[in-house]
């Protein structure tokens, strides 16, 4: 099944590896041009998801090939491929889906021009009610569950990023075994920014991968 993944991963356009990130401004210049593509990118989603017959989900597209399960992002109730509690289950969903078949390995990959831009926050703001804490609680349980199917996957995953990653778009790739990106992919996470905890496991990963200072 080697030349079939290698394929998928060259459709993705991500056979080059991309062994550095450039300036903060640089990178908000890239995220603006490519969310410019959007309209194209809608149609794209569609396009994929209309050739796929074998699964059905609403938020990812999979595909069961020659030896591998390929997983992509592909949102219809998020913008940018960001992750909310529907799009998390489908991606659980369709992990758990492999780690129980013949697949040797998934292939974790992006419909358009941005691979994940991390939690959905409107989805969230939206749902915080009165009862906050509640819904605080539940929103956390959703985070935890989706990461640790990642951490509990026995199978290899392989991620092909092909634009920005943010957030716990970012924060999940070291838990992944190999991430290969392209030239247009860049990482950000902005916690302080938005005055949220780091996610994700990265407060233990980061460091073992950048070391402590960066």
């Given at each position: 099944?080697?030349?079939?993944f290698?394929?998928?991963?060259?459709?993705?356009?991500?056979?080059?590896i991309q062994?550095?990130v450039?300036?903060?401004?640089?990178?908000?210049?890239r995220?603006?041009?490519?969310?410019?593509d959007?309209?194209?990118?809608?149609?794209?989603?569609?396009?994929v998801?209309?050739?796929?017959?074998?699964?059905?989900?609403?938020?990812?597209?999979?595909r069961?090939?020659d030896?591998?399960?390929?997983i992509?992002?592909?949102?219809?109730?998020?913008?940018?491929?960001?992750?909310?509690?529907?799009?998390?289950?489908?991606?659980?969903?369709?992990?758990?889906?492999?780690?129980?078949?013949?697949?040797?390995?998934?292939?974790?990959?992006?419909?358009g021009?941005?691979?994940?831009?991390g939690?959905d926050?409107?989805?969230?703001?939206r749902r915080?009610?009165?009862?906050r804490k509640?819904?605080?609680t539940k929103?956390?349980?959703?985070?935890?569950n989706?990461?640790?199917t990642?951490?509990?996957?026995k199978?290899?995953?392989?991620?092909?990023?092909?634009?920005?990653?943010?957030?716990?778009?970012?924060?999940?790739?070291?838990?992944?075994?190999v991430?290969?990106?392209?030239?247009?992919?860049?990482?950000?996470?902005?916690y302080?920014?938005?005055?949220?905890?780091?996610d994700?496991?990265?407060?233990?990963?980061?460091p073992?991968?950048?070391?402590?200072?960066?």
């Open positions: 099944g080697t030349p079939t290698m394929e998928a991963l060259a459709a993705n356009g991500t056979t080059n062994t550095s450039t300036g903060v401004a640089a990178s908000k210049r995220f603006i041009d490519d969310r410019r959007q309209p194209f990118d809608k149609r794209l989603r569609f396009s998801r209309q050739t796929e017959s074998a699964y059905r989900y609403r938020d990812i597209v999979v069961k090939q030896g591998f399960t390929h992509l992002l592909s949102t219809k109730s998020s913008e940018n491929n960001s992750l909310n509690p529907e799009v998390m289950k489908e991606v659980q969903s369709a992990l758990n889906t492999a780690a129980a078949d013949d697949s040797k390995l998934v292939l974790f990959s992006a419909v021009s941005i691979f994940c831009c939690l926050f409107i989805y969230f703001i915080l009610t009165d009862d509640k819904e605080s929103m956390a349980e959703a985070i935890r989706f990461v640790n990642f951490i509990q996957f199978k290899p995953i392989i991620v092909a990023v092909n634009g920005p990653a943010i957030g716990l778009g970012a924060s999940i790739l070291p838990l992944c075994d991430v290969w990106a392209n030239e247009k992919a860049w990482f950000q996470t902005p302080t920014t938005f005055g949220q905890s780091p994700g496991c990265s407060s233990l990963t980061f073992r991968i950048m070391g402590l200072a960066s």
